[in-house]
Nanobody, 122 residues
Framework: QVQLEESGGGLVQAGGSLRLSCAAS????????MGWFRQAPGKAREFVAS????????EYADSVKGRFTISRDNDKNTLYLHMNSLKPEDTAVYYC???????????????WGQGTQVTVSS
């Protein structure tokens, strides 16, 4: 299986930017479509963005479309989430996950990282 580790979270003011990274090890990274999810306290885990195995296709939640960009570097076994124009409602623990195909539902993902906290202050 593939092991995933997120990094890059932190505290940022509203309107600021962050870049999250997800380092993969184990099985071949390029065999997996990848996704980002987030979970705020007291809320269900929600889809943020996903990207196909080769990086040619991506999907975004409406709430982040135009502000977040998902990308991957298969040579470096790393997934990224570039987050711009951050809002307080973006505050959550962000998780990366691996799936067989590009998908938007958590249950479609087989492997998960431990998460990284993103806090956006107003």
């Amino acid at each position: 299986q593939v092991q995933l580790e997120e990094s890059g979270g932190g505290l940022v003011q509203a309107g600021g930017s962050l870049r999250l990274s997800c380092a993969a090890s184990g099985r071949t990274f390029s065999n997996y479509a990848m996704g980002w999810f987030r979970q705020a306290p007291g809320k269900a885990r929600e889809f943020v963005a996903s990207i196909s195995r080769g990086g040619g296709s991506a999907e975004y939640a409406d709430s982040v479309k135009g502000r977040f960009t998902i990308s991957r570097d298969n040579d470096k076994n790393t997934l990224y989430l570039h987050m711009n124009s951050l809002k307080p409602e973006d505050t959550a623990v962000y998780y990366c996950a691996a799936a067989r195909f590009i998908a938007t539902m958590p249950r479609q993902y087989e492997h998960w990282g431990q998460g990284t906290q993103v806090t956006v202050s107003s």
